[in-house]
């Protein structure tokens, strides 16, 4: 039982209305291992240069990450992004996007990340994550992220990836460019028809949809009275969501587990904008994600009310 | 048991993506009239002109509604309002609104009117609001509409009838522009601060959610291939919402009682935007909107699934 994810170790410069970080410990590859290390064994895969220290390896290995496969460039800079957010927090303003180390990237897995049942293509270019994709061969499931950015510039790349893929995770105005499909149902099975047997949108503050061949489900977002930082929200949801698939088994994935992955994932992404970074999911307690997932079914059920209606 | 309502009764000319109708039925109170009129009694008023003839009468009588409080004015037109979706179907492009017999209107309610249960004044001027406010004392449940263009010209006097009645459904972005308070959260506990117990935030294409005392609960919107036309789609949530409140009892109303009516209230909007105007939710079975309640539990609910977190 492991989980093994690439994409990005970063420094991130995060300035929002409630407060601002310099250079703290970021990336989508980061925020994942964290938010998953809670459900499972993960190994995280990318490159950082020589100013990725003690300290920052210490924030993964703390969780039980292992980072043995974290590639550490000499004379190399850690990829750099610097952002703001107004009040519309789910619009991220970027202000400073610095590749270094990740220009060159070739991700070169060991045998043990090879090996993984689950395997998690956080948001990079997609011929790296074909690359990778395809060093992994004994996955059972495997996911991606992706954003605007590549299906704008590599789009076939894009629904290449995608077509080796067992679930997608974007957000919705994604779904929607990607396909050229105005209606979201029908953009779902756009991206379904590619090859995927299941579609994430990821919708902000309105929380999180799932499409399958099954059906429809979505889940709220968590009523939340401070958001400090956005920044990592949607890698904490995917971390919790492939967390909890890879403990409770990639070979048995079903709908119904797929809507309890959606709500663990909920929980982890909510905690995620509490704070600054990794500063809230990073200390998480079992007693808070349990209470957290117990308010999620709170906010989103209700009781059956058969009724005589009137027609 | 019966619903009073007042608000526009209306000819609408819309065009979308779909197709486009000429002067069709439409108006807040219109669309509320009809889909509580599967839940309860309804009785409606407001101001026609005398071109509503046997026609518009005969959509509303067809449901039981009771048109007596309709008033009808010789010689005077009926609300006109003319309107266009672009694919974003969220937003409403006015391209014509001539209030004709509304710009002199003074409600004069009946005995039987005012003497209603619960009491829902649909989105008109709020002095006007609060006057039929004041009529209906005896009412045990009473909720209002409102929108952007009353918080701009008239907040005061909104924020008066607010203060006079239980719930407010409102779009989330009117309810921070109404509060000046960018966390909905915060925004809707200052609505509750004027009065109201119950704050409904309508999301459009994202569904609704509720903030009460006891808490917070959301329900997604209803995935649908086509959206023939969004008009008339907050109304008719509003009337499957208090139309199942009135039913089962505006005494009792708790937070379990409002979810429920929420999950109505979504039901009667995902039907309304399915075909112009008033077309669909003017013929539905009982049936349908069984199977449709059963499919927003479908689709919003998952399984307990406590897991042995590592922290």
């Known amino acids: ?58 924030v993964l290995e703390g969780r039980g990450v292992d980072t043995s ?50 395997l998690f293509l956080a948001n990079i270019q997609p011929d790296l994550q074909l690359e ?12 991606l992220d992706s954003m605007n950015l590549w299906i704008e510039t590599a789009a ?10 067992d679930c997608v995770l974007i957000n919705d105005a994604e779904i929607r460019q990607l396909t050229n499909q105005s ?20 919708r902000g503050e309105y929380g999180a949809a799932l499409f399958t061949e099954g059906g429809f489900f979505a889940i709220p977002g968590y009523p939340l009275e401070d958001i400090a930082d956005p920044t990592g929200a949607g890698d904490s949801f995917a971390g919790g969501f492939i967390g909890y698939l ?12 797929l809507r309890q992955a959606m709500a663990y994932g909920s929980v982890m992404a909510s905690f995620n904008v509490e704070s600054f970074g ?15 997932f117990a308010a999620f079914r709170g906010i989103s059920q209700f009781e059956d009310a058969p009724v005589e209606v009137r027609a």
Chains 1, 2 share one sequence.
């Open 1 to 58: 039982m492991s989980v093994t994810v690439v994409g990005s170790i970063a420094f991130d410069s995060v300035k929002t209305p409630f407060g601002e970080r310099e250079r703290m410990l970021g990336g989508s590859a980061t925020h994942f291992s964290l938010a998953a290390s809670f459900f499972s064994d993960v190994r995280v895969v990318g490159p950082v240069g020589d100013d990725f220290g003690p300290d920052e390896f210490g």
């Open 69 to 118: 496969d974290i590639e550490r460039i000499e004379g190399g800079k850690t990829f750099f992004w610097q952002g703001h957010y107004d009040f519309d927090v789910n619009v991220a303003h970027t202000d400073d996007t610095q590749l270094n180390v990740f220009a060159d990237f070739q991700p070169k897995l060991s045998d043990q990340s090879k090996e993984s049942d689950v």
């Open 132 to 143: 990778v994709r395809r060093q992994c061969e004994a996955a059972k499931f495997v996911a």
């Open 156 to 165: 076939d790349s894009l629904r290449a990836v995608i077509s080796e893929v």
């Open 183 to 202: 209606n979201l149902l029908k953009a779902a099975r756009a991206v379904m028809a590619l090859g995927p047997r299941a579609v994430v949108a990821k």
């Open 246 to 257: 890879d403990m409770h088994g990639p070979d048995e994935v079903d709908d119904a587990m």
């Open 278 to 292: 990794t500063e809230r999911v990073r200390g998480l307690t079992k007693d808070e994600i349990s209470e957290r």
